[in-house]
């Protein structure tokens, strides 16, 4: 079984700032990439950011300059570090890895269960 836990989500002022963390947990084989996305009520779940292949990070548009997504790769967690937060980024955000369990020969996206990230006016 694997789960990823998500942690560090609440209430933050506008131009605030809130850390997110996300430790993956399990019979882990490895892990392809991981990353943060969001989602707000009627609308599709969107990329925030995430580490690809060959360590390489992709951010949206929306956040560059704001946002910084790190890892500790020994401890299967990985962090999105959200300063000037806007109105505008509150949402629902979840953790995603791509990782391969033990004793499988397939990588497959698990999620978390989410944390909410609201941001005041």
């Known amino acids: 079984q694997v789960q990823l836990v998500e942690s560090g989500g609440g209430l933050v002022q506008s131009g605030g700032a809130l850390r997110l963390s996300c430790a993956a947990s399990?019979?882990?084989?490895?892990?392809?990439?991981m990353g943060w996305y969001r989602q707000v009520p009627g609308k599709q779940r969107e990329l925030v950011a995430r580490?690809?292949?060959?360590?390489?990070?992709e951010y949206a548009d929306s956040v560059k300059g704001r946002f910084t997504i790190s890892r500790d790769n020994a401890k299967n967690t990985v962090y999105l570090q959200m300063n000037s937060l806007k109105p505008e980024d509150t949402a629902v955000y979840y953790c995603?890895?791509?990782?391969?369990?033990?004793?499988?020969?397939?990588?497959?996206?698990?999620w978390g269960q989410g944390t909410q990230v609201t941001v005041s006016s």
């Open positions: 995603n890895a791509n990782l391969r369990k033990s004793g499988s020969y397939s990588s497959y996206s698990y």
């Open positions: 399990g019979s882990i084989f490895s892990i392809n990439g």
């Open positions: 580490f690809i292949s060959g360590g390489t990070t």
